[in-house]
């Protein structure tokens, strides 16, 4: 009898990855996706502890969820991702009622401990070791044996070829979730993209903390392959439509990476960029080991090589000891570049972090106006940026749709709404080509052509 599986994943794109993957194992358990918590066998919450914020997140729902366990006592509740990592037991202090807690590298455990407990060897399953390695061979093996499931975003898949971060920014917590850097060996990531385009998979983005560094730290395997040249060999893939990275560190931003985005065809002309600051004393206290002189180099070289180039970036506003000049100088960053689009946030203090300890703290207030007044310049800016796509045809690669009216994505990774003619067989994957008559701060709207 199949049992229902429900899964919330908090957080970025490598748990989003995690989560598929823990639903693809547990499918060949005989689990099926569950649309809600209510009266499911199995709870799991895939969690973030990036910011303070996200991780409120996971205890209210958690203590939410105590509720449901109550009803359905025979509900296995589990939390995995980084909380599970940094937390381990201490979960259950708070949480009593958690069966599972599952690091970020034991994921591949989850069917033994899950079958431990549903079989009443166990009551209580915890594995949180954080070993810097990759654990391949489960891993592998479910790719080729497990079609991607239907889900209406399966002509678009994440491909996992590095975790885990050496940085050690004073303000992050994820060496410490995700462990050390570690590469995957190229074979492996080849096998996985070419099983993915061969099962109708059209676009691919390559994931890591810092892509760029992908083969120069532990390495898997003897690669002698640096993520341009990995760039350059998945590309060659056919049947691949689109291929987009993600995430960069400016430090190690190379010509080489640079010049793929000229070169390669596939290669989306989006690069998400994480700046940080604006400020370069607060970009030393930060440990971000470049200066904003070295960043703007870095753009305008981008720029030159590839002028169609959408750059998106990450702020924190209200780092320990930010002063107004110091806010101003990230304002002043964004004017220059003028970013496409940018996550923002208010700093946090993070567990086991250097910066938690620094002295200066900014008051919550501060920190709220900073980031309102950089969202709402940033709002206009995206929304220039838009508007300079109005009249212009644009590839649009077809994502959901419902009768005539339809959405996709272009290359530059802006939402476009449009209309097609009913019973038009765009269907999710497929290519338009599509007139931009409108433009928001969030999303374009235009008419098919063809
Ligand atoms: N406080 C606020 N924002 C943070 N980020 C990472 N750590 C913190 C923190 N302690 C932001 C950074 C990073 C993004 C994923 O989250 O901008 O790039
Ligand atoms: Fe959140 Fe970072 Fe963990 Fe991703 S790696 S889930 S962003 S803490």
Redo the contacts with the bound molecule.
Sequence with gaps: MSKNLYIKTFG?QMNERDSEIMEQMLAQEGYVPAASPEGADVVLINTCS???KAEQKVFSLLGQLREEKARNPSLLLGVTGCVAQQEGERIRERMPHVDLIVGTQQIYQLPEMLARLTQGMTTRETATDLEGSFAIPPFQKLLINTPPSPAPHSFRRFVTIMQGCNNY?S????PGTRGREISRPVADIMEEVEILVSQGVKEITLLGQNVNSYGKTNKVADTEVDFPQLLRQVALVNGLRRLRFT?SHPKDLSEALMRCFAEIDILCPHFHL?V?SGSNAVLQRMNRKYTVENYLEKVASLRRLCPDIALAT???VG?PGETEADFQATMDLLQTVRFHGS????????PH?R?AEFSDKIPEEVKARRLMEFQSLQDSISLERNSESIGREVEVMVESGEGNRLRGRTPANQIVHFTAAPASSLIPGTLARVQIDHAGKHSLKGTLRN
């Design positions: 970025c990036i910011r303070e920014c303000y992050c917590v994820v995430t994480p940080q990450d702020i924190i780092f996550f923002s946030f208010k700093y946090s203090d993070r972090t910066s």
